[in-house]
């Protein structure tokens, strides 16, 4: 499989992505106040907080899910405020969601090759009768694919309706869509949420192998601090949508306002 | 990983069950009971359940028209029936419309005709109004709804209704018009087939309807497996969100169906425009579609398919054995009864997928 991210001008490290100064809010209540940060290339970065922090409102403006009343986002250079999802997915943003969003009634296959749609350029006409320049292509593309399902070991389940899965599979296939994208930064929304111990084990392994192998930047929301804690280079907190803390894993396990904003300030 | 299939559970008879049991039973019955004598002819009894029967073994030609006339109607029902899944897979909107674009349609295409414009340029051009509608509605009237709770995107499907039906009636008037089938090399006449000791006799326009019908779906199912426009409108089907985040721009998706709809119903048009003629009373058959959709399921084709098909040969064969004892004329409405009576048995319909809330 081709290292996913064609991009070549930014070496790793490099700013990826910037938040500068959001603010989202939906009528009166605020989601998001004033957070800025940053994603560098390659990293692992997670964003954790307790629940209502605006964790999954934040991916949602990354993505172009919401737009953000003030602020702006600058994702390979290139600033703007506004963006359609559609957009923001040409450009190399791909995600999960945290309660599982895949198309039900179709196979892993076709779920796996959905995330190869802005792939795919041979013209409608040739799509029509599933020939020519249209079949090379889907050839391509299934390769591709195939690459994905082995990696994520799911060979067992390519036909199968996504629908029928256990939860667990269905998390690794969302995620294997949204491979499929070879995008520069990677979304999770709480990839492990509802897991046992094993399938969250199995889930750290293929997000790294995800970052080492194809360098791939990911941002993701977790809950399981043992797992951010492992997984990730960089940590931003945020508490009731304003940022309360940034930096290492070590660095934010021992700032104070972090601490108190988990288990409560004692009165 | 283990055991990925699910087992199927252990036959068992459920509430439905029973009642299906005792509907045989029952049926077991009448036929024992009538043919030892018991319940002998002129009985109530057996003026409903049997003699009906009877008449269909004493006379299989007229059988076979029935059944054949029922096909007819029910290609034409599952036609229109299409459209609506097409339209409620993508957008999730229930579009009341679609009896009116099948005569919008074949409105637009005899109305060209009758300025003097050729009948196959006409035609292309009937196509060329169908897109133009599609990408109307996507950007006048689902663009500005989206997100809105389904009931008001129906009630905007009101809307359009009615702007079609005075956007028809201005430019081509409301009087009723002919179809142009001899123009469009459409058969006319029937084949007279000799069986079953009787003559059953089959209009060429039907059979073409049947043919068309037929072609048209083939080519519709192979273009939803196996292209990429079709796995993204099954995407958009399933997920908006997931869609969306996999870089599929729904506002094309929503013309494409609605395109789609549009030719559709414009085939639907030509072919029940040239069995009567189009008028805009043509759209109250487009109800029709609704006890169709309740058989079939809202989001299944196959279903629309096969719902449309038994809608028709029910209400035909009714109408024809039944009838008589109630003063006929029970065309009209049977087939909403026999849709109330599927949702009795089967809410999801007949294809379906079977509705499980998790609470």
Do not use: C
């Amino acid at each position: 499989m081709r290292a996913p991210g064609g991009d070549t001008r930014l070496a790793p490290g490099d700013v990826l992505l910037s938040v500068e100064g959001v603010s989202l809010s939906f009528g009166g209540v605020k989601a998001i106040t004033d957070v800025s940060f940053d994603i560098r290339k390659g990293e692992i970065r997670a964003i954790i907080g307790p629940n209502g922090a605006g964790k999954t409102s934040m991916l949602n403006v990354i993505n172009g899910f919401y737009h953000p009343q003030q602020g702006r986002i600058t994702f390979k250079g290139a600033t703007r405020q506004k963006m359609r999802p559609s957009v923001a997915a040409a450009q190399g943003i791909a995600r999960t969601f945290q309660n599982v969003a895949l198309f039900k009634g179709m196979s892993t296959l076709d779920n796996i090759m959905a995330g190869r749609t802005l792939k795919m350029r041979s013209p409608f006409f040739w799509q029509l009768f599933r020939h020519g320049p249209a079949l090379t292509e889907e050839i391509a593309h299934r390769k591709v694919v195939e690459e994905i399902i082995d990696f994520l070991e799911i060979q067992a389940i390519r036909k199968t309706p996504v629908g029928k899965l256990p939860y667990g599979l269905q998390k690794r296939v969302e995620l294997g869509r949204a491979l499929a994208m070879q995008p520069d930064l990677l979304l999770l929304d709480e990839p492990m949420a509802g897991m046992n111990l094993e399938e969250k084990e199995d889930m750290s392994r293929f997000i790294l192998d995800v970052n080492n192998q194809y360098g791939t930047t990911i941002a993701l929301i977790e809950h399981d601090m043992g797992v951010v804690m492992d997984l990730s280079d960089r940590v931003v907190v945020l508490e009731y949508g304003r940022k309360i803390a940034d930096g290492a894993p070590d660095e934010v396990k021992r700032n104070k306002q972090v601490i108190d904003a988990y288990l409560g300030v004692p009165h | 990983m283990s055991a990925t299939e699910a087992r199927e559970p252990p036959m068992r008879l459920t509430a439905t069950g029973w009642t299906l049991v005792a509907l045989a039973a029952a049926v077991a019955l009448l036929v024992v009971a009538s043919l030892s004598g018991l319940i002998a002819k002129g009985h109530p009894l057996d003026t409903l359940f049997v003699d009906p029967f009877r008449q269909m073994v004493d006379a299989p030609d007229l059988l076979v028209q029935t059944i054949w006339e029922g096909l007819v109607s029910g290609v034409l029902y599952a036609l229109i029936a299409l459209g609506f899944v097409l339209i409620f897979k993508a957008s999730g909107v229930f579009n009341f419309a679609q009896g009116i674009m099948v005569v919008f349609a074949a409105l637009t295409l005899v109305g060209l005709h009758e300025m003097g414009v050729p009948a196959l340029l006409a035609l292309v051009l009937a196509v060329g109004v169908m897109f133009v509608l599609a990408v109307g509605v996507e950007r006048f009237v689902l663009r500005p709804l989206v997100n809105q709770p389904d009931i008001i995107l129906f009630m905007a499907t009101f809307g359009i209704t009615y702007v079609l039906i005075g956007l028809g009636e201005l430019v081509f008037g409301g009087n009723p018009k002919q179809m142009i089938d001899e123009q469009l090399f459409l058969p006319k006449g029937a084949i007279e087939l000799k069986m079953l000791g009787g003559f059953v006799s089959l209009q060429k326009i039907d059979i073409a309807a049947a043919v068309i019908a037929a072609a048209m779906i083939a080519a519709l199912a192979f273009f939803f497996q196996h292209t990429r426009i079709g796995r993204a409108l099954r995407a958009v089907a399933d997920s908006h969100k997931a869609a969306l985040s996999v870089g599929i721009s729904l506002n094309q998706i929503w013309v494409i169906v609605w395109f789609t709809a549009g030719v559709v119903a414009l085939v639907t048009g030509i072919m029940w425009g040239a069995r009567s003629d189009v008028s805009f009373a043509l759209s109250t058959i487009a109800l029709k579609a609704l006890p169709v959709l309740i058989l079939g399921g809202f989001t299944s084709v196959p279903g629309a398919i096969v719902g449309g098909l038994i809608i028709g040969v029910g209400e035909k064969i009714g109408e024809f054995y039944w009838g008589p004892l109630v003063g006929g004329g029970i065309e009209s409405w049977l087939a909403y009864f026999i849709a109330l009576a599927f949702l009795l048995f089967r809410p999801q319909g007949l294809f379906g997928e079977k509705i499980i809330e998790r609470i």
